[in-house]
Every structure is written in structure tokens, then in C-alpha cells.
């Protein structure tokens, strides 16, 4: 396909003709992970600045073989290299080069042949000489693998590389003008939208065809998955969208995606093609086992069932998760990894929000990479500020560091030992006071520390290439938990992060202690994901106040914002502001006799099922008991700690029709959100909570960095993200045109006029 990915050039980019036709053998992941995109950047510029100045960097070289425009932009060229004209393909590397996958470096060198054969084309070059530079990002050595090509030897190699790809290219270049002809023609799925459906679907079509993003806050009952994913796959050929990105926080919300996908697939002959994306470690069908040919059944030979698995894949259409793995299983292969090819080759991809905004996302690198435009849809997106907060912090426990010392290698323990020493100067320093559990804010790491924990990634890369680890591994696990770390550390600064080390485990030679690298606004990581986007539409039914989505997620100002209308009526919902009880944490003890009065009045008064929201299993379990003692024969059920999926079904379960009783449930979590529970299985909710955080002190060294930063502290760090848990609570209850029911808000905050500004507009509420 063409770079800009119509169908009037059939075009490819250098890596993508190599990833596709130059690759064979095993899976071999013993050689990982690879550098960060950052440091492979300036390992790229420290090689060109050694370069003496007849070293052309980031040259551009393109040709057309047999009607295929081969297109790439290789790391170096030195005209006057010592053995002759010279192209150089730079790569950055952790570990031992020597286990290098021989897959890996086969790719690397079929890079440089193509660059080799297209500058030979470009300057008339008779021969060239080819050079792999290796560097190693952790002692910046480099290693030169070079060897002389005649321009005819190059040749070759090309023509038959482009051979594989072009019968596949123009195949694809086929499915994309049939895609298009059929988007064209595409029609909604039912005799009419929804009420409000249609400006919804009209604000979403105006945003792509505009090259806006967009935030919409969509009230429950709308029907915000097909209003959105219609328009987007209309304005597709029109804008035109090479690919379309459905994320989302939850797996309820894949799910949804995937249901309005097949029901507008019914009007698209053929269909579009559909991706579901799905976590490595639920894809994964030998979890005990490492990823490499020597290991796993499906990583053997991998590459080499590929082509054949990916054509039927191509060929299927419809890749949701069973789909994808029963033919991964047919050819074979990792679904994991089928999955990952399949990303190129996909129109519309649904996933979790981590595989654009993430810091090793596949979908952003991917849309970087061939240049694609895309059009990205965010469901539930009020998620989106505190899961990027997440994807963008990192802890490290130092117990767990020491507890994995024990089935580490002999070369790994001496990181390990050599981490210990540092992390103990660190607390010796920090920790004098003996009683202290309060965190310590930190100016840098120590660069001992930093210095011991890079140590310790590079001996650990080393380790991996001889002595491969299973996924299933703690040590593994730590390894990855301190790369993360560095990662974070590479990009953090004092505006946006905090960076503190808190005191816990006492052992005899002093204290433990976990180091916390905390993201507190993570609008500059977002902000280039949103302008690599074509569009972006942000949508939920709580997205208030718009300026406080907009300045933490990294949006322009001028970003699109609109507050659709309910599909409801205020006679559908009754909302009671109990203004004469504290729920405050002092106060919690006094109140519960009357939450337990009132909670048992109302289900007298309208037996039912009903939900009760409070801010942590304490507060539940204390608010259960004096439910019990106020009446026993009142049935309930209760959200527990770490529920597993199939106790998480059991407890929706008990939400049948005609049913009777109180389920109790933490706010903000598994049950406040994403459910839905129509009808008269839910008819009414009490919420026992502002639901703010914690007032710690980790959030409040937030509240002031924001403010100190130019933000709203209380508001931004408190009060927007508890008001949104209770508006998505309460939204459980109104599902659909004919549901009625009633919330009962439990504390006098809820009374205070920058408290009622957030609740939904369509709410008519009263006090008692």
C-alpha cells in the first residue's frame, strides 16, 4: 500500500517490505526488549556526530521496481568511505550481540541490502560497500559488520523481495478501493437513531472531516458506540482514514465495539476488516514457557507459517479474539504475535487504550511508522486521565527486589547486591527517624542507584540472550519493573512528575523502602499521540468541566467540546441530596445509623434491587453490618476484595428481574462503571460519598504541583474525579426509556452549588 495508504500508487516503506519478505525461523524474544525510542534516537545522533563530514545522515532514497515504489530513509551514507562508497544501517542494542537473534540480524542486513541497492540506483554505483553499526546504548561501543555488494547482487536481492510483496500489495490495494466503495454506501443499521444519537453522530463525522479532536460528553442511553463508530468508518474514504482505532478502558467496551461492528458490517459487502486486540498475558497459550524456538511449540518456526497464516487471517475479515486464536491454532502459530502482524493489515482495530497512548504503544509507533491517518475513538475517556497517570508512573519495591535475588543467576545476584548497596545509602540518608512512615520527596534519584539500576538491566539483557526466563517469573517481572522505571525517569521533570521514596519493611541492618516516580499531568506524554491522530474524539457521559480534560490530556484549546442532551426526562429519576449527613471520615461513625434507616426505608417503600456506593470496603462493610442489625431479614451481597471474574458475575447475577435486595459495591470500582443493569433489574442507588480521594500525602503534594503549575489543585486532584465516579455510579441506574428509579446522594457536600454544577443537567433534584 502507499504510505498515505490510497489506492492511486502502490508504495512501501523500506521496513515494512523487509519485515514482510525478509523474515523466517523462530519467535526469539532472548534478545530483548529493544532501547526506548528515545535512546535509540541519540544513540543514532552520538554515531553521526563521530562521523567524519562526508557522512551524510538520514538520507531519503526511493525507486520503482515492477510498478512498486520502494521508499525509505536509511541512517547514513559516506561517499568517501575508506573501502569505497559506503551505506550504514545504525542500530541501538542492550546486551550481548553475539546472542542476537539470527532472524533479527537477517532483517537487519536485508535493510541494508535495500538501502545499498537503492542508493546504487540513485548515484549509479557499480558496488557499495554495506555496514550494520551496532550500539550498545549502556558502554556507547560500537560494533561494525560490513561487507562489499556489487550494484547487480543488489538488484537481485530487490526484484525478489519486492516479488513477495506485490502480488500481496496489490491485493491490498484491491481490499482498500472495495473497502472504500463500500464505506461510501454504508447506511445506519436500524430504521432510525436514537434521540440525540444523530447530532452525536453528526458532531463525530464534522470532527474527522475537520482534522479536529474532539471531546463529547455523551449521556448513558444514547447509543455513543454506534453514534460514534458509524460516522468514523463514513468519513473514512472521505477524509480519507487509513485506519480507525476503537480504545477503550475496559473490556466491556471491546465488546460493545464489536457488536456495532458487526451490525454495520451487514451494509458493507465486503466488510471492513476487524481487530480485537487482546493482552499478551490472556493471549498467551503457553504461559510457562519462554518466547523463543528452543521453548514454545507456536514460536518455532514462526515466521515461516506466517505468510500462509496471514493471508487466511487477511481473508477471514473478522479477527475478534476466538476467531483470531482458533486460526492461529489452525496455522499453528501465536495468536499473540498473529495478532501484532495483523495490526498493519486491519482497518478498524479495537483495544485497550495502552496500545496508542502507552509508552511502547504499538498502534502510535505503527501509525508514526507508515505514516498512516487515523482516526481515534476513546470510549469511556474520563478514564483516560488517571490510566495515563498510570502508564506513566513507576514504583520499585525493594523488598521484592531482594526477595528475587534468590533464583537469580550468580552474574544477576552481583546487580542485584550492587542495587541493595546504593538503595541502603539512600535510606540511611532519608531515614534517620526510625518511626517515620511519611514519604520523602526526592530532587533526583541518587545516581548511584540510577547507575546500579541500569547495571543491573544490562546484566540481565546478557542473561536473557544465554539463559532464557519463563513469562511466569518474578524476576522477570522486576526486570521489567525497573525498565519501566528508567523509562519513566528518561522523560520525567519537575512541572509534571513527583518523585518520593517511602519507608516500609524494618529489617536488622535498617530499613526497606519503595521509590515512587509519580506522574501528575500527563498532557506532554499525550499531546503527541493526539497530534499524530487525524482526529481524536473523546466521548463519555461525564466529560466536566471540559478545561479540565482538555489541560491535563495535552489537548489545544481550541479542541472541540460539546454536551449532548439526555435521552431521558427528569420524571424517570428521582435524586434525593440528603443534606443533613456527613460522610466524612470523622463524621462516618455517627452516620451510619441514619444511611441504614434510610437505605431500609426506601426499599420498604419500593422493594427492588439496589446498588450501594461507598469509598472503601471499611466503609462498606460498616455500613453492611448496621444494615443487618436494622434488619436482618433485608437481603444483601457485597463486592470483596479481588474478586475474580467469575465472582464478578456471580454479584451481577443477583441483579435479575423481579429480584429483591441491596448489592454494596466501592465506588469507583468493578460495579460503578460499564454495567448495565436495564429494566427493573436496578432501581435505585444510595451513594455514600463525595467519593474524592484520599486525602494523603501523596495527593496533596499533587494538589500543589498542579496549582504551583497553573492548575486547579482541589479541584483537578479531588473534586472533578470523585463528582465523576458518583455521575457514573448514579448512571447505572436510568438505562432506558421506560427505566425509573431513585439516588439517594448521602452527604451535605452534595448541597454546595460547585458540587450541584457538576451533576447531570437533566437531574431534578430535591433535599431532605
Not at 526488549?33 to 528515545?38: G, Q
Not at 493482552?279 to 518456526?301: I, Q, T, V, Y
Not at 466501592?666 to 429494566?679: I, K, N, S, T, W
Not at 500525602?697 to 504551583?708: F, G, K, L, P, T
Amino acid at each position: 500500500m502507499s504510505a498515505s495508504g490510497g489506492p492511486s500508487s502502490l508504495r512501501v516503506g523500506v521496513r515494512t517490505l523487509c519485515a514482510f519478505g525478509a523474515r523466517s525461523g523462530d519467535i526469539d524474544l532472548r534478545f530483548t526488549p529493544s532501547p526506548t525510542a528515545l535512546e535509540g534516537i541519540l544513540g543514532h545522533q552520538r554515531v553521526a556526530g563521530r562521523r567524519p563530514d562526508s557522512f551524510e545522515a538520514e538520507v531519503t532514497l526511493r525507486a520503482e521496481i515492477d510498478g512498486l515504489e520502494v521508499v525509505g530513509r536509511c541512517d547514513g551514507v559516506d561517499m568517501q568511505g575508506v573501502d569505497g562508497p559506503e551505506v550504514q544501517e545504525i542500530k541501538t542494542h542492550r546486551g550481548r550481540l553475539d546472542q542476537q537473534p539470527a532472524n533479527q540480524r537477517a532483517l537487519h542486513w536485508a535493510q541494508a541490502q535495500v538501502y545499498g541497492a537503492l542508493l546504487c540506483r540513485a548515484r549509479a554505483l557499480p558496488r557499495i560497500v554495506l555496514a550494520l553499526v551496532y550500539v550498545d546504548i549502556t558502554s556507547d561501543d560500537e560494533t561494525r559488520l560490513s561487507e562489499t555488494a556489487t550494484r547487480d547482487e543488489l538488484e537481485t536481492f530487490l526484484t525478489a523481495l519486492c516479488g513477495r510483496y506485490l502480488e500481496w500489495g496489490r491485493r491490498e490495494q484491491q481490499h482498500r478501493k472495495r473497502r472504500d466503495e463500500a464505506l461510501s454506501r454504508l447506511a445506519f443499521p436500524f430504521d432510525e437513531f436514537r434521540p440525540a444519537q444523530r447530532p452525536l453522530a453528526e458532531s463525530v463525522y464534522k470532527s474527522v472531516m475537520l482534522s479536529r479532536h474532539a471531546l463529547l460528553e455523551a449521556p448513558t442511553g444514547l447509543g455513543k458506540t454506534l453514534g460514534t463508530l458509524f460516522p468514523m468508518l463514513k468519513a473514512m474514504p472521505n477524509r480519507p482514514l487509513d485506519r480507525v482505532f476503537f480504545l477503550t478502558a475496559r473490556t466491556t467496551g471491546r465488546q460493545l465495539a464489536l457488536d456495532g461492528l458487526k451490525a454495520l458490517a451487514s451494509n458493507t459487502q465486503p466488510p471492513v476488516r476487524v481487530l480485537e486486540l487482546i493482552a499478551r498475558s490472556k493471549a498467551c497459550e503457553h504461559p510457562d514457557k519462554a518466547c523463543h524456538g528452543e521453548s514454545c511449540p507456536l514460536a518455532r518456526g514462526f515466521y515461516d507459517r506466517l505468510p500462509a497464516a496471514r493471508e487466511a487471517a487477511a481473508d477471514m475479515g473478522w479477527l475478534d479474539g476466538p476467531s483470531l486464536r482458533a486460526l492461529a491454532g489452525s496455522h499453528e502459530v501465536c495468536p499473540y504475535y498473529l495478532g501484532q502482524e495483523m495490526a498493519r493489515w486491519s482497518d478498524v482495530i479495537v483495544g485497550d487504550v495502552s496500545y496508542y497512548f502507552d509508552f511502547s504503544a504499538m498502534l502510535f509507533a505503527l501509525a508514526c511508522e507508515q505514516k498512516w491517518q487515523v482516526g481515534v475513538l476513546v470510549d469511556e475517556a474520563h478514564n483516560l486521565i488517571e490510566r495515563a497517570r498510570g502508564m506513566y508512573s513507576a514504583e520499585l519495591d525493594q523488598t521484592r527486589l531482594r526477595s528475587v535475588r534468590r533464583e537469580a543467576p550468580k552474574p544477576v545476584q552481583r546487580g542485584l547486591d550492587r542495587v541493595q548497596r546504593a538503595w541502603r545509602a539512600l535510606n540511611a540518608e532519608r531515614f534517620d527517624d526510625a518511626s517515620s512512615k511519611a514519604p520523602v520527596t526526592l530532587e533526583a534519584v541518587p545516581e548511584p542507584l540510577e547507575g546500579a539500576l541500569k547495571r543491573f538491566v544490562s546484566i540481565m539483557s546478557e542473561t536473557l540472550g544465554e539463559a532464557p526466563i519463563p513469562i511466569q517469573s518474578a524476576l522477570l517481572d522486576c526486570y521489567f519493573e525497573v525498565l519501566h522505571f528508567l523509562r519513566v525517569l528518561e522523560v520525567s521533570d519537575e512541572a509534571h512528575f513527583l518523585l518520593d521514596v517511602r519507608p516500609g519493611a524494618r529489617r536488622r541492618q535498617g530499613v526497606d523502602s519503595r521509590l515512587a516516580l509519580r506522574n501528575v499531568v500527563p498532557a506532554p506524554m499525550l499531546a503527541p499521540r493526539f497530534a499524530s491522530a487525524a482526529s481524536t474524539v473523546l466521548f463519555s457521559a461525564t466529560l466536566s468541566p471540559s478545561t479540565y480534560y482538555r489541560r491535563l490530556l495535552g489537548l489545544e484549546r481550541d479542541a472541540a467540546y460539546q454536551r449532548l442532551p439526555s435521552p431521558f426526562s427528569s420524571e424517570q429519576l428521582e435524586v434525593v441530596i440528603h443534606r443533613r449527613l456527613s460522610t466524612r471520615y470523622r463524621d462516618r461513625a455517627a452516620a451510619l445509623p441514619d444511611i441504614a434507616l434510610l437505605m431500609r426505608d426506601q426499599y420498604r417503600a419500593r422493594p427492588g434491587n439496589y446498588l450501594a456506593f461507598f469509598s472503601s470496603y471499611a466503609f462498606l462493610e460498616q455500613a453492611r453490618a448496621a444494615l443487618t442489625s436494622l434488619d436482618p431479614e433485608l437481603e444483601v451481597w457485597a463486592q470483596d476484595t479481588g474478586m475474580s471474574e467469575a465472582a464478578r458475575t456471580e454479584f451481577l447475577a443477583r441483579f435479575e428481574s423481579g429480584g429483591q435486595g441491596i448489592g454494596f459495591a466501592v465506588l469507583g470500582g468493578a460495579f460503578a462503571e460499564g454495567v448495565d443493569l436495564p429494566g427493573d433489574r436496578l432501581i435505585g442507588a444510595f451513594i455514600a460519598t463525595l467519593g474524592l480521594p484520599q486525602f494523603d500525602a501523596v495527593n496533596e503534594r499533587m494538589r500543589e504541583r498542579i496549582s504551583q503549575t497553573g492548575g486547579q489543585g482541589y479541584e483537578d486532584v479531588y473534586l472533578y474525579p470523585g463528582l465523576t465516579r458518583v455521575v457514573q455510579a448514579a448512571g447505572r441506574v436510568i438505562r432506558g426509556p421506560l427505566d425509573t428509579g431513585v439516588v439517594h446522594l448521602m452527604d451535605d457536600r452534595f448541597a454546595r452549588p460547585d458540587v450541584q454544577a457538576l451533576l447531570p443537567e437533566w437531574w431534578s433534584v430535591s433535599f431532605s
